[in-house]
């Protein structure tokens, strides 16, 4: 699918991209027969998805291995890929000599209107936090495109004087000025394209798909508000 090559020096890591990765054909894969038409090609299909968390479930284990943590998993696009990563991270503990005990809140953004990112950032069921004073957090999102959201975020959590903040992000895209706030775990790095599926969504649709896709123009018009 892509190659994990060098990165030039400013980027995310994860799995590299390319910013000419045509992804695969839809007929390759199954997805709901309702979407024929709104998407362009399959992009990151769910099994690689899957290989992928696991390896950062590894990556956390050896990061904080034996400490208490607890997940901020970022709404609502970010709960597909916090649920596979905790199970994950909960089959390694069951496994190993080394546990980490885990607590789960779930905070919601809203900062999108179509495919635009605005700059109104809603932070729902974030109003108390302290419970975060002296924890160690790890923050798990679905997608960070310039990092202006997620460096609010951090700003938030930090008043709450965690002990420790790490994120996790599933997709970092490569948009001009994007190295404000970079996650700790990067699960892959793709082009400034608009995707959709494994809980990543365009005006609430497509939450249901298994795989990353890429919506199509006529997708776009479709579900537009």
């Known amino acids: 699918m892509a190659e994990p090559a060098a990165r030039p020096e400013g980027t995310s890591g ?16 199954s997805y709901p027969a309702h979407y024929c038409g709104d ?26 291995g034996d400490h208490d943590i607890v997940v901020l998993c970022v709404l609502k696009g970010g709960y597909r890929f916090c649920v596979d990563l905790v199970d994950r991270i909960k089959s390694l503990s069951r496994n190993s000599d080394r546990s980490i005990p885990m607590r789960v809140h779930f905070i919601r953004l809203k900062s999108y209107l179509n495919d635009q990112c605005t700059e109104d950032l809603h932070i729902l ?19 960070v495109g ?6 609010t975020l951090l700003k938030y959590v930090e008043a709450f004087s965690p002990k420790l903040i790490k994120v996790a992000g599933l997709l970092v895209k490569r ?6 706030c ?3 775990y990067v699960g892959f790095e793709i082009p400034d394209q608009f995707v ?16 990353i896709c890429v919506i199509s123009k006529s997708g776009k018009m479709k579900y537009k508000i």
């Open 14 to 29: 994860g799995i590299v991209i390319k910013d000419d990765w045509p992804g695969y054909e839809l007929d390759l894969f």
């Open 39 to 64: 998407l362009d090609c399959v992009f990151i299909p769910h099994g690689v998805i899957m290989d992928r968390t696991e390896r950062l479930a590894r990556n956390i284990m050896d990061d904080l």
């Open 125 to 143: 069921g974030a109003e108390d936090l302290s419970f975060l004073a002296g924890k160690n957090v790890l923050i798990v999102e679905a997608i």
């Open 146 to 151: 310039t990092g202006k959201t997620m460096e």
């Open 175 to 180: 948009v001009p000025h994007n190295a404000a």
């Open 182 to 184: 970079l996650p700790d």
């Open 196 to 211: 959709v599926g494994y809980a990543l969504d365009y005006n609430e649709y497509f939450r249901d798909l298994t795989h």
